[in-house]
Each structure stands twice: as structure tokens, then as C-alpha cells.
């Protein structure tokens, strides 16, 4: 069914959903949406599973029309949202009529806002999944950014949208936030005062960042010998660092393998925080155990499960 007609996509907008598994040994990166748990979300509020296809959109500016009757969220960190020209509330199931015009502006913070749609964008698979790579010119619509005149389709609708959403499975945006790392694999390949310096310095986003990743500027850190290792798989938050000496974080659209050391890997749980920090903001490190980070993702997947399995018998 045609759900939406764009009149202006912004500055990047695309179709994603929670990413591309199983080929990454043929060299296809994952991609899928940079904040998984935002898309995740708004999918349970409109009823979809949480991995269905949305609208990725970068910093605002989107503007699109309903072609037909349907429950729409937008989430993310503040995105400002307007339905004909009225504010709706964002991570909230809302309704929206055959004409109605929505725009998504970019809010005071953040840069990562999903629209997600009753039934998911309907889009082709490919590779099992429906997400854009744009350097790879595959998935979403065409392997492309969307233009001004895109149409697109949904899928038929599955649950009935949610009427809350507890407080505590949202990621706790801020402004400056505190990201939280497990060291290593290759943490010894540094010098024990660099790896001081990493925790405990302030380093600032660059507008070298995109999907690809994050890169960092602050104080820089010295390797025991060279930056170089054997290549080796790259996971979704693993921070490396070239010879310059400054953190990189790699994340969805990142390559498959590379060859520096990595002083850390984020948590997966704070790459929503990561991924929403603005270029010209700040963050900084704290380290955190195996067994603290195990704990704390079972904790946050035991509460979502069971959330979603209320939501599945019909009490929430």
C-alpha cells in the first residue's frame, strides 16, 4: 500500500532497519540505523516487530504526505515533529489522515530521527535485509539517499500501536554524554598513560563523522610501537586508533576488517548516546567489566522482553 509521498527528504534521509548479518565475510558491511534502539522502539510503539524497515533521517528538514490512513512515531533525540503544521508528541503513537502533511525539523540536540510507519516500509531485501548502503549503491530504495517525488509503500499492518512506552527503554540523551567502553582487544598495545588519558579526557566529535564512523579530537594516544596490526574483524563500536594517535569509532556502515590496534569497544547499550553526540560536542570514557557489561544488557533485555511480552498477549 502507498503510505507516503516525499515533498523534501533533508539532508540525508534513507530506509533502514537493524542491519545486514551473515555476509561479512564476503566484505558487506551491516549498515542499518546508527541509533538501533530508537528505530527498535518506535517500530514496538506503531506495532511492527522491532526490526521493520523505517525512515532514517539525518539533522531535519523532512517533509512528506500521507497517501493513506496509518499510525506513524518519530523518535530519536528531539527531533521536533509536525503534523500539518501542529506539534506532535515524539516516541508516541499518532494518527495520520489520507493529505496530512508531516515535517521532521531538527531539534536542539542530536542528529539521528526515525520515522517509523504501521506495517514497515515495504522495500525490497537484499541480503536479507532492507537497509540503505549508499557506498555500496544496494538496499532501501534504489541503494539510494531518498529524492523529492519518492513514493513509498508499507506493509500490512500486524499489532495494535502501544499507548506507552516505559521511560526506563529509551536511551537517557544528553549533551555530554558518558560512554561507557570495555578495553580492548588490543588496549595493550598502548601506553599504560594513554590508556589513563582516554578515560578521563573530554574529546570532541568532528565533522569527520558519518555513517562509517566517528571520528574523535582531544588529547592523543601513544602506541607502544606501531598503530598497525594483522586485519581483522571490526565489531559495531570498536575504537581504533591510527598513528595519529586519535580515536575512531567505527560504526553501521563501517568496513569489514581494518589493521590498527583498538584501545576499546563501546557498550552497546551507549552507542544511542554515542551515535546522537553533534559534531562540536564533547563526550568522554569509563571503562566497564565483561561481567558489568553482560549484567547490565541482561538486565536491559530481560525488561524488554518482557515488556514485549505483555505487549504480545495484549496487556500493555
Known sequence: MKILYVEDPGLLTTVQD??????????????????????????????????AAALEISVGGFRARFLAATTFAVTGFNPQAFLNGQSVPSWTACGAEPGDVLEVKAGGSGIWHYLCLAG?????????????????RFGGLDGRALRRGDVLAAGPRRRNPLDFLPEALRPSYTDFPTIHVILGPQDDAFLPESIHTFLSAHYQVT????????????????????????????????????????????LA?????????????VFSLDLP??????????????????????????????????????????RT
Open 18 to 51: 537493524t542491519g545486514r548479518y551473515g555476509y561479512q565475510d564476503k566484505g558487506v558491511p551491516v549498515s542499518g540505523a546508527m541509533d538501533s534502539a530508537a528505530l527498535t522502539l518506535g517500530n514496538v510503539l506503531v506495532g511492527n516487530t522491532p526490526g
Open 120 to 136: 514497515g516500509l515495504d522495500v525490497p531485501v537484499v541480503l536479507g535485509s532492507r537497509s540503505t548502503y549508499l557506498r555500496g
Open 207 to 250: 565533522p569527520r563523522s558519518d555513517r562509517m564512523g566517528m571520528m574523535l579530537d582531544g588529547p592523543r594516544l601513544q602506541h607502544r610501537r606501531a598503530a598497525d596490526i594483522i586485519s581483522e574483524g571490526l565489531a559495531l563500536g570498536a575504537i581504533q586508533v591510527p598513528g595519529e594517535g586519535l580515536p575512531f569509532v567505527l
Open 253 to 265: 556502515d563501517r568496513p569489514t576488517t581494518g589493521g590498527y590496534a583498538k584501545v576499546a569497544t
Open 273 to 314: 548516546l554515542l551515535v546522537q553526540t553533534a559534531p562540536g560536542r564533547c563526550l568522554q570514557f569509563q571503562s566497564l567489566s565483561l561481567l558489568e557489561a553482560r549484567e547490565l544488557y541482561l538486565k536491559h533485555v530481560f525488561a524488554f522482553r518482557h515488556f514485549w511480552g505483555l505487549h504480545e498477549q495484549g
